[in-house]
Protein backbone atom coordinates (compact mmCIF):
# COMPACT_ATOMS: atom_id res chain seq x y z
CA UNK A 1 0.00 0.00 0.00
CA UNK A 2 1.39 3.08 -1.10
CA UNK A 3 -0.02 6.65 0.37
CA UNK A 4 0.56 9.36 -2.15
CA UNK A 5 1.39 13.53 -0.62
CA UNK A 6 1.81 15.95 -3.58
CA UNK A 7 3.62 18.88 -3.04
CA UNK A 8 4.83 21.76 -5.93
CA UNK A 9 1.68 23.44 -6.69
CA UNK A 10 1.43 27.42 -7.03
CA UNK A 11 0.91 30.37 -8.54
CA UNK A 12 2.72 31.05 -11.89
CA UNK A 13 2.68 33.46 -14.97
CA UNK A 14 1.62 32.18 -18.48
CA UNK A 15 4.29 30.63 -20.22
CA UNK A 16 6.36 29.66 -16.81
CA UNK A 17 7.04 26.60 -15.05
CA UNK A 18 6.42 24.33 -11.97
CA UNK A 19 7.47 20.62 -10.72
CA UNK A 20 5.15 18.97 -9.07
CA UNK A 21 6.17 16.08 -6.75
CA UNK A 22 4.06 12.77 -5.58
CA UNK A 23 5.99 11.02 -2.15
CA UNK A 24 4.69 8.23 -1.31
CA UNK A 25 4.85 5.71 1.71
CA UNK A 26 5.34 1.75 1.56
CA UNK A 27 8.18 -0.10 0.25
CA UNK A 28 6.83 -1.47 -2.86
CA UNK A 29 6.62 1.58 -4.46
CA UNK A 30 8.58 0.05 -7.80
CA UNK A 31 5.73 -2.30 -8.34
CA UNK A 32 3.26 0.51 -8.76
CA UNK A 33 1.82 2.45 -11.78
CA UNK A 34 1.32 5.90 -11.41
CA UNK A 35 -0.67 8.71 -12.70
CA UNK A 36 -1.11 12.83 -12.18
CA UNK A 37 -4.92 13.84 -13.24
CA UNK A 38 -6.13 17.16 -12.37
CA UNK A 39 -9.50 18.92 -11.81
CA UNK A 40 -10.98 22.16 -12.82
CA UNK A 41 -13.39 24.15 -10.94
CA UNK A 42 -16.72 22.82 -12.27
CA UNK A 43 -14.87 20.00 -14.30
CA UNK A 44 -14.73 16.40 -14.08
CA UNK A 45 -11.11 14.89 -13.73
CA UNK A 46 -8.89 14.41 -16.54
CA UNK A 47 -6.21 12.56 -17.06
CA UNK A 48 -2.58 13.69 -17.58
CA UNK A 49 -0.19 12.14 -17.64
CA UNK A 50 0.52 8.34 -16.56
CA UNK A 51 4.27 6.14 -15.74
CA UNK A 52 4.46 2.22 -15.78
CA UNK A 53 6.20 0.69 -12.43
CA UNK A 54 9.70 0.61 -14.23
CA UNK A 55 9.46 4.38 -15.80
CA UNK A 56 9.72 2.60 -19.18
CA UNK A 57 6.42 3.49 -20.63
CA UNK A 58 4.35 7.19 -20.81
CA UNK A 59 1.77 8.14 -22.07
CA UNK A 60 0.02 11.87 -21.92
CA UNK A 61 -3.32 13.55 -22.73
CA UNK A 62 -2.95 15.72 -25.71
CA UNK A 63 -3.77 18.53 -23.84
CA UNK A 64 -0.18 18.44 -22.48
CA UNK A 65 1.88 16.04 -24.64
CA UNK A 66 5.30 18.23 -25.57
CA UNK A 67 4.97 20.23 -22.79
CA UNK A 68 4.59 18.31 -19.26
CA UNK A 69 7.29 15.04 -18.72
CA UNK A 70 6.49 12.63 -16.09
CA UNK A 71 9.12 10.50 -14.40
CA UNK A 72 9.81 8.85 -11.17
CA UNK A 73 12.37 8.04 -9.05
CA UNK A 74 12.42 4.75 -7.33
CA UNK A 75 14.83 4.80 -5.35
CA UNK A 76 13.31 8.13 -3.49
CA UNK A 77 9.77 6.78 -3.87
CA UNK A 78 8.60 9.53 -5.66
CA UNK A 79 6.91 10.73 -9.04
CA UNK A 80 7.50 13.89 -10.86
CA UNK A 81 5.51 15.69 -13.46
CA UNK A 82 7.45 19.09 -15.70
CA UNK A 83 5.00 21.01 -16.74
CA UNK A 84 6.22 23.71 -19.09
CA UNK A 85 5.04 26.27 -21.11
CA UNK A 86 2.00 26.80 -18.95
CA UNK A 87 -1.45 28.24 -19.94
CA UNK A 88 -4.18 29.43 -18.10
CA UNK A 89 -6.48 26.10 -18.82
CA UNK A 90 -3.49 24.16 -16.96
CA UNK A 91 -4.99 25.64 -13.94
CA UNK A 92 -6.55 23.18 -11.83
CA UNK A 93 -6.20 21.08 -9.13
CA UNK A 94 -3.64 17.93 -9.71
CA UNK A 95 -3.81 14.71 -8.00
CA UNK A 96 -1.44 12.14 -8.34
CA UNK A 97 -2.55 8.33 -7.85
CA UNK A 98 -0.90 5.13 -7.94
CA UNK A 99 -1.69 1.08 -8.49
CA UNK A 100 0.01 -2.03 -7.68
CA UNK A 101 0.51 -2.73 -11.89
CA UNK A 102 2.72 -3.33 -14.39
CA UNK A 103 0.80 -1.75 -17.06
CA UNK A 104 0.68 2.15 -17.64
CA UNK A 105 -3.20 3.36 -16.59
CA UNK A 106 -5.06 6.35 -18.20
CA UNK A 107 -8.43 5.84 -16.43
CA UNK A 108 -9.09 7.54 -12.80
CA UNK A 109 -11.40 4.30 -11.99
CA UNK A 110 -8.31 2.21 -12.78
CA UNK A 111 -5.87 3.72 -9.60
CA UNK A 112 -6.47 2.72 -5.71
CA UNK A 113 -4.87 5.25 -3.97
CA UNK A 114 -5.20 9.12 -4.54
CA UNK A 115 -3.67 12.31 -3.00
CA UNK A 116 -5.22 14.93 -1.68
CA UNK A 117 -3.95 17.26 -4.43
CA UNK A 118 -2.13 20.94 -5.30
CA UNK A 119 -3.46 23.50 -6.89
CA UNK A 120 -1.74 24.56 -9.97
CA UNK A 121 -2.82 28.33 -10.60
CA UNK A 122 -1.52 30.11 -13.91
CA UNK A 123 -2.08 33.77 -14.78
CA UNK A 124 -2.83 35.35 -18.01
Known amino acids: QVQPVESGGGLVQAGGSLRLSCATS????????MGWFRQAPGKEREFVAAISWSGGNTYYADSVKGRFTISRDNAEKTVYLQMNSLKPEDTAVYYCAARRCISVLTTAGEYDYWGQGTQVTVSS
Open 26 to 33: GRTFSSYA
